[in-house]
């Protein structure tokens, strides 16, 4: 009879801890990173224009890694067709520019080859592509991506 009982009660404790163990596992593969899109066309001197999409994973509060991207540029109309752009990695938060020590930077690195961006928060939905000495450009308005 104690056997029985040892048994039963063995059996009931691997269900329980089956089962405590089965929802955390779902709530850690549920957690998901804020995301914000970005877009829009960039002049081009040889085009009609550079098609950038930007997506930012993270929040400025999140950790470094935590803090990742994507870039993708096609050209338009480009008369030696060049493939499309395509770039993943991290992005930091930077403060200040020359003319607005208050200002929010947000500087995009790519793994391995490809250049640094530097985008300015001009307001919750727009940044602004921004020189690396973290100044304007005199053409600012045509550099804007708006949030999606």
């Known amino acids: 009879m104690q056997l029985r009982s040892l048994l039963a009660g063995s059996a009931m404790l691997a269900l329980l801890a089956g089962c405590a163990a089965g929802p955390m596992e779902q709530r850690e593969e549920e957690t998901v990173?804020?995301?914000?899109?970005?877009?829009?066309?960039?002049?081009?001197?040889?085009?009609?224009?550079?098609?950038?999409?930007?997506?930012?994973?993270?929040?400025?509060?999140?950790?470094?890694?935590?803090?990742?991207?994507?870039?993708?540029?096609?050209?338009?109309?480009?008369?030696?067709?060049?493939?499309?752009?395509?770039?993943e990695g991290n992005w930091e938060v930077l403060s200040g520019t020359p003319s607005d020590p208050d200002a929010t930077v947000y500087e995009l690195t790519p793994n391995g080859d490809g250049q640094i961006y530097y985008f300015l928060r001009v307001d919750d939905r727009t940044l602004e592509l921004i020189d690396p000495e973290r100044r304007r450009f005199e053409n600012g308005e045509t550099l804007r991506l708006n949030r999606q």
């Open 33 to 87: 990173r804020p995301q914000e899109n970005y877009q829009g066309t960039l002049p081009c001197r040889n085009c009609d224009g550079i098609d950038l999409d930007v997506v930012l994973e993270g929040e400025e509060q999140s950790v470094p890694e935590e803090r990742t991207f994507s870039l993708n540029a096609a050209y338009r109309n480009h008369p030696q067709n060049p493939p499309d752009e395509n770039y």
